[in-house]
């Protein structure tokens, strides 16, 4: 039976804008460029419509007029950045204001950018494109310090969580009141903490080791969790131990696991997708599997992928 990996999936998802404007009647030039270079543009007219859509779809980058009636675009975009949720997001805004002071104000409540009316649509999409594609690296560079199913704390000089990575903030939230919290005291380099996670089937220990300086006063805490009752008996060989991935094996198949496309795992890793194909032929010879589904359930019943 042929074992070659299946190929990679197709790129079906068009990049999502939000365009909020009070006359969206006048942008119908620079919605119809947008359409017509991939991006599927949604509308609203002002702040309150703006942030009921976002509670529906994520959009890859937001349009955001900057004075409108009743809310005004930059208290829009201060609402949406105080949302964990939503603060990804790159905000353009779009402005017949050209002083100083609304520029910096623009910045200030979380703009990454603005354009001055009247709008110029090549511009826009020019500004566009960068914005959306430093967000995506910016995103998937976030997701790999999960990479093998392990979470990332920073913690600043007074034992304060600086930044989690998504793995991190998933498993803390998981331990509730019993956890860490917010505030994690500081300690030298292989300082384990270790705290009870609620399970399925059997209580979980979550490990907190810590790295040492990562710069800037700030201390970096590895996190992993101990699936099952906790024993420290010896375990069986897994049937991944036994395969002896490689190391770049391991994060092709972290990420499979994770439901990344091979196009994603080759932006994350800066190979081709044609070399995550290649060693995915590697990885399915040696767990002696022939589907990607397969080797992705493999992994993620042995890692305990989320």
Not at 29 to 56: F, P
Not at 153 to 176: K, M, N, T
């Amino acid at each position: 039976m042929d074992s070659r990996p299946e190929p990679p999936q197709p790129e079906t998802a068009r990049p999502v804008v939000l365009v909020v404007d009070d006359a969206p009647s006048s942008l119908g030039m620079l919605c119809d460029t947008l359409e017509d270079a991939g991006y599927t543009v949604l509308i609203a007219r002002d702040g309150e419509a703006a942030l009921q859509r976002l509670r529906l779809v994520v959009p890859d980058v937001i349009l955001l007029d900057a004075m409108m009636p009743g809310m005004s675009g930059f208290e829009t975009c201060r609402v949406l950045k105080a949302d964990p949720a939503l603060t990804h997001i790159p905000v353009i805004f779009m402005t017949g204001l050209s002083e100083t002071a609304h520029v910096v104000e623009g910045f200030a409540c979380g703009g990454v950018d603005y354009v001055v009316k009247p709008i110029r649509a090549p511009e826009v999409l020019a500004r566009l494109h960068t914005h959306a594609r430093n967000a995506r690296i910016t995103r998937l560079a976030r997701e790999a310090v999960d990479v093998a199913g392990l979470g990332v704390l920073l913690v600043d000089a007074h034992g304060r969580i600086a930044w989690r990575s998504p793995q991190a903030e998933r498993w803390l939230a998981a331990c509730g009141p019993d956890g860490p919290g917010n505030v994690i005291a500081p300690a030298e380099a292989g300082t384990e903490r270790v705290f009870q996670m609620p399970g399925p089937l059997a209580p979980q220990r979550l490990t907190l080791r810590s790295l040492g300086p990562a710069g800037m006063g700030e201390t970096m805490w590895l996190l992993e969790v101990q699936r099952g009752d906790g024993s420290d008996g010896a375990a069986s060989p897994s049937r991944l131990s036994a395969a002896a991935l490689t190391p770049r094996e391991t994060e092709v198949l972290s990420w499979l696991a994770k439901g990344k496309t091979n196009r994603d795992i080759g932006d994350i890793l800066g190979v081709s997708p044609r070399t995550v194909n290649k060693h995915l032929e590697h990885i399915f010879e040696k767990l002696g599997v022939e589907t990607r589904a397969a080797a992705a359930a493999l992994a993620s019943t042995q890692w305990g992928g989320d």
